[in-house]
Structures are given as structure tokens and as C-alpha cells.
């Protein structure tokens, strides 16, 4: 019973608390987002040329595809991972 009140505000709590400072900064000042960072600090624009990433750019990109399949395999197929 617990968990029917903790996921739903929990999910809308994070959602909120990081979607609020992330919208505004996207109409205010795009350099303080999320995604400038990725793209400034990791160089994921410029996914076209593997050569000239560094191991932060892959890590990023391996933990993002392993949650990836781990919360579709988990949620969507029941699979205990």
C-alpha cells in the first residue's frame, strides 16, 4: 500500500523539482540546462565523429542505454534485473 503513495509523489516531486529550474533556464538562458551541459562538457553533438570522445562521453552513453533496457526489461516485461 505504501508504494501506491510513495511512486506517484515521488515521481512528481523529481519530475517537478527538475523540470521547473530546467524550463525556465531554457527561456532565460539556455547555457544553464541540462543538455548545454551535456553538449558543452561531454561533446555529444558531435556524436557523428566516435573518434574524439572522451571516457565521459562513453560512460554517459553506457549508464543512459544500460537504464535504458534495464527499466524497459524491469517495468514494461517483469523481468527482475
Known amino acids: 500500500m ?11 516531486t523529481v519530475a517537478l523539482a527538475f ?5 525556465y533556464a531554457l527561456f532565460t538562458n539556455v547555457r544553464n540546462t541540462l543538455s ?7 561533446h555529444i553533438d558531435t556524436a557523428l565523429r566516435p573518434d ?3 571516457l565521459a562521453w562513453w560512460n554517459s552513453l553506457l ?3 544500460l537504464f535504458i533496457v534495464v527499466i524497459t526489461a524491469h517495468v514494461w516485461w517483469r523481468q527482475p534485473l
Open 36 to 42: 548545454y551541459y551535456c553538449w558543452h562538457e561531454l
Open 63 to 65: 549508464a543512459w542505454l
Open 19 to 23: 523540470l521547473g529550474p530546467e524550463l
Open 2 to 12: 505504501w508504494g501506491y503513495v510513495y511512486w506517484p509523489w515521488g515521481l512528481v
Open 52 to 54: 574524439i570522445h572522451g
